[in-house]
Structure formats: structure tokens, C-alpha cells
């Protein structure tokens, strides 16, 4: 790859990194981790994508916003979106800044290295106490949980662990 | 094997076995939306909700797989086949109850409870055996799909054995779901007349070998609780697999269809 391909790349990297997550506005696709790979040759990009749940809604917003993104990048005439699985998106993908801007939404951002089926261990995003309570696995999106802190008072959310199950 | 290295037989199979599992997670996620606003408390109606969406990204997942082998558009396969078209178990595409969700609901929650229970188990078995598929696109959806049943099954387990652990009432209406699911649930751990072209191509494990995981677990949950065996899941009502479907599948798919064939040429 030449230089300026690279240096291409790192444009469309930030146009990317302002394509928020539309259930979680302080959250881009680059945090979650959910940008497998891009490419851009002769002025076309290319970006394969990570769904994060299968049925989640805001699938088909997602690839608008990247298009719309990456269209108004300098030197970009068109860009494809492809969603694949594999590898399959899990939680360990969000980035360091990712997990801290679920925390600033309220959600407890998931485990970083979790083994299904094994207990998991929620902090409060608010207060940081592990004196909560799992008030349902499932939540308003189909990524989320919704918990109850018994030290702040505050009833919040967590992502879910996704680990790949090989 | 990918899509171009599938022979014509093989993708045959292939194509028949994507309809039964498609369509098992499309009617069954029809069959739980129905449910909103009607579960027996409102964080359940967040969780079966939640599952219910899941279960439609599922059948979407299997749908576009489809529509990569040429069988037309996803959304099209799921509004506009007819009913002797669709592939499901006819177990799943029984409705919750009598009445409907917009009058007079009155749905049988224990019928729900080991429907979909019931279900997940034998979900499970069969993504398991899909991540060793021939077909590289389906073993990748199935670990996919995986990530997300994981929860679906627990979320049903708990249900199912906290009720059948319960109140005497809880108990004789589990009990009276359970003879009632059995009597046509073989449908669903049946991959139908195509069954031995789809094994021979390796898209899945043999059925014979998975019914009997399923039953395996099916014994031991149901002794678990302290109930006992029903024996041999049955098919009293034929097998979905072939097209045959009950009236309540028509009202279903007329239902969840009913804005989209207004226009089907317009992006829904």
C-alpha cells in the first residue's frame, strides 16, 4: 500500500470515528469496534462492518451515515457498505474510549475478556459500586441489560458480554 | 463449500434445510411479537420482545443467505410466498391463544413458556452442529446467531423450570402446554423429505442424531423438575417440512404481510 493510500485511509478512519452509534449518541462505530476493514482505491472506499446484533434496527441507519460520511471526505467519489460475521463481532472490540463514553451514557460498558456462560461482574457506570442488581438481561435495545445500583439509587444499563463461542 | 463449489443437488438441499430454519425463527418471532403488552409483567415484555427481535434478525440472516443462492429478495421470500411455500414446524406457527393480541387476548403463557423453551433447546443442538457446516456462509451465520440464542435459552430455562417448580396451578397448566406441544413437536426436529440430501452434503448433522440430544435433554430437564417423560415427540397435525400448514399459519403470514403487499415495490 502506498503512502498515500495510507494517508487515505486515515482520513476515512476520522470521517468514521463521527459516525455515531444511533441507540447511543456518545459512541461511534469506530469505539464499538464494529469496522472490520476499510480499503479505498481510485477514489472508491470500501468498509466492511460488524453488525452488533442480528436483528438490530439500526443497521440500515449505520450504512447511511458511513456513505454520507465518507462521500464528503476529499478525494472519496462513492463508498460501499458490507455487513460480514466473520470474524464475528464481541464486546472485546470496543476500544478503551469506547468503554468510557458507555459509561458517560449510562451503560456499563461489558467485561473485557468474557467467557459465556461464566458470572459477570457489573460496576455502576454512575458510582463505580458492585452493590447492584440484574433487574433484566434484556433491555430497550437488543445489545443492552438493565440493572439497579442499591448504592447511588440509580437504575442503569449494561451491554452485553458477546464472547465468541468458536 | 462455498457458493460456487456447491453442486446442484447440494445447493438444492441447502436451499430447503435455509427455509425450515428461516421460517421456523420468522413464524415463532411473529407468533411472540404478538405478545407485546400482554406478558404477564412488563419486564417480560422487554425481554420476549427483545427475543423476539432477535429471533427476526435470525430468519432475516437465513433469508438473505437465500437470497445469495438466487432465490429473490429477503424481504419478498418473508411477505409474498404463500403458506404451502413456507417450510416451518407447524408446532410454531399455532397462535398463543384465543382471541387476538388486538381483542380479547387470551393467551396461554405455559403454552408460550415450553413452545419456545421447547424450541430453544432443540435451536441450540442445531446451531451447534451448523458451525461445522459444509456450507462456509451458514456456519458463519450460525456462530453469529449463537451469541445471541445463548440468552434466549436461559431466559426460557428459567421460565420453564421455575413454573413447573410452582404453584399446583402452574404446574397442571405446564403440564397440560407440554402434552399439548409434544403431540406435533417432532416437526420441528425433522429436516423433512430433502433430509438425505442435506445430510449427505455435510450442511448438517444427520436428524436422527440430533432428536435424540434433544430428547436426551428433554429427559433429564423433565426429570429434573419432577415430570415425567411424555415419550415420543409426535406429529399429529403432518410435517411443515413438506408445506402442509394449518389455517393458522395463513392468518399469521396475512397479517404480518398485510402493509407490505400494499406496495411491495415500495422500500418498506
Not at chain 2, 119 to 148: F, N
Amino acid at each position: 500500500m502506498s503512502e498515500i493510500k495510507n494517508s487515505m485511509t486515515d482520513t476515512v478512519m476520522d470521517a468514521l470515528g463521527d459516525v455515531k452509534d444511533p441507540e447511543i449518541a456518545s459512541v461511534s462505530i469506530l469505539d464499538l469496534g464494529m469496522i472490520h476493514e476499510v480499503e479505498v482505491t481510485d477514489g472508491k472506499a470500501k468498509v466492511s462492518v460488524l453488525p452488533t446484533f442480528s436483528g438490530c434496527p439500526a443497521l440500515h441507519i449505520i450504512e447511511r451515515d458511513i456513505k454520507k460520511a465518507l462521500e464528503s471526505v476529499e478525494g472519496i467519489e462513492s463508498a460501499e457498505v458490507n455487513f460480514v460475521f466473520t470474524p464475528s463481532w464481541t464486546t472485546d472490540r470496543i476500544t478503551p474510549e469506547g468503554r468510557e463514553r458507555l459509561k458517560e451514557f449510562g451503560i456499563s460498558p461489558p467485561p473485557a475478556n468474557h467467557v459465556m456462560g461464566e458470572p459477570w461482574e457489573i460496576d455502576c457506570p454512575y458510582c463505580g459500586s458492585t452493590y447492584v442488581t440484574m433487574e433484566n438481561i434484556f433491555g430497550p435495545t437488543a445489545c443492552r441489560s438493565i440493572l439497579y445500583c442499591k448504592s447511588c439509587k440509580n437504575p442503569f444499563e449494561a451491554m452485553k458480554p458477546v464472547a465468541d463461542m468458536g | 463449500m462455498t457458493q460456487e463449489t456447491l453442486k446442484p443437488q447440494e445447493k438444492a438441499a441447502l436451499i430447503e434445510l435455509l427455509y425450515q430454519m428461516g421460517d421456523d425463527d420468522f413464524i415463532l418471532s411473529f407468533r411472540g411479537s404478538e405478545w407485546l403488552g400482554l406478558a404477564p409483567h412488563i419486564e417480560e415484555d422487554v425481554a420476549f420482545s427483545s427475543i423476539s427481535q432477535d429471533m427476526m434478525g435470525h430468519a432475516n440472516l437465513y433469508y438473505h443467505l437465500l437470497e445469495d443462492l438466487g432465490e429473490g429478495e429477503a424481504d419478498r421470500l418473508a411477505h409474498l410466498r404463500s403458506p404451502d411455500q413456507f417450510r416451518n414446524a407447524i408446532i410454531l406457527e399455532e397462535v398463543n391463544g384465543p382471541g387476538t393480541y388486538l381483542k380479547e387476548p387470551e393467551y396461554d403463557w405455559a403454552f408460550a413458556v415450553v413452545r419456545n423453551y421447547f424450541y430453544a433447546v432443540h435451536k441450540q443442538i442445531r446451531l451447534d452442529s451448523l458451525r461445522h457446516s459444509s456450507y462456509g456462509p451458514l456456519a458463519e451465520a450460525a456462530r453469529k446467531i449463537m451469541t445471541e440464542q445463548y440468552y434466549h435459552l436461559m431466559h426460557w430455562e428459567i421460565w420453564f423450570k421455575q413454573l413447573m417448580t410452582s404453584t399446583d396451578e402452574a404446574i397442571q397448566r405446564m403440564n397440560a402446554a407440554i402434552e399439548k406441544v409434544w403431540k406435533d413437536f417432532g416437526g420441528v426436529l425433522t429436516l423433512g423429505p430433502s433430509y438425505a440430501e442435506i445430510v449427505k452434503a455435510n450442511l448438517i448433522d444427520d436428524e436422527a442424531v440430533m432428536k435424540k440430544r434433544w430428547t436426551n435433554k428433554m429427559e433429564a430437564v423433565l426429570k429434573e423438575v419432577g415430570a415425567g417423560y411424555p415419550g415420543e415427540p409426535r406429529m399429529e397435525r403432518g410435517n411443515g417440512r413438506n408445506g402442509v400448514h394449518t389455517d393458522d399459519l395463513k392468518q399469521a403470514l396475512s397479517t404480518l404481510s398485510e402493509v407490505y403487499a400494499t406496495n411491495p415495490a415500495t422500500g418498506w
